[in-house]
């Protein structure tokens, strides 16, 4: 589903080149849970970003289901990246003025869905969180693993084939957290989803399949953790 070949990000303004990615191989196969870890400054964002595209490569070649996405505009990027990806953060990224239901909707109506189907598919993915009692709170009256459920039902709505996860569970405690975890386990084994999670935490990492080890924007190690099943 997801290959990068010999891919570099470089930043630069007037005063500072940074090197973000250097040389980064790597293939994500369709319901793979991949975690990404690495010590602050190691390119992870970066590489999610990329991924997710949210940014493109300085150098080297980003295919999406064989689609070049270099090749791509700027829009048909967007409208690729709103149908195939679903973005999970660990801030939540909620709309505090809205319901859960209302941020749910969002991506649907980038897409154009008409509102009484994205409202449906909306409340529909809330029931599969679990918050069917909580559709018409606000995010400032949710608890942080509420939040981060409405998050999950957000980026599942629009039924997207790889969900994209910057510390999910980093502001949550370690019950909300290992609940989130399971979820995205699930997501993966049962619904088929990719997983890309760039993480801090060991504990987190070892849901997955595989991990790699981020160092100065190269991939410095692998762990395959089916290996040890």
Known sequence: MIKLEDV??????????????????????????????????????????IIGCLDIPTEGEYLLDNVKIQSLSR??????????????????????????????????????????????LAAEALQTMGLEGRMNHRPPQLSGGQKQRVAIARSLVGDP??????????????????????????LSKNFGKSIVMVTHDHRAASMADRIIYLQDGVISNETDMRADL
């Open 8 to 49: 570099t990000k470089v930043y630069e303004t007037e005063e500072v080149r940074t090197s973000a990615l250097r040389g980064v191989d790597l293939v994500v196969e369709q319901g793979e849970f991949l975690a990404v870890m690495g010590p602050s400054g190691s390119g992870k964002t970066t590489l999610l970003n």
């Open 75 to 120: 829009t048909e990027q967007a409208r690729l990246r709103n149908r195939k990806f679903g973005f999970i953060f660990q801030t939540f990224n909620l709309i505090p003025e809205l319901s859960g239901l209302e941020n749910v909707e969002l991506p649907l109506m980038y897409r154009g869905m008409a509102p009484r189907e994205r409202t449906k």
């Open 161 to 186: 084939e790889c969900i994209l996860a910057d510390e999910p569970t980093g502001s949550l405690d370690s019950i909300a957290g290992g609940e989130i975890l399971r979820m995205l386990r699930a």
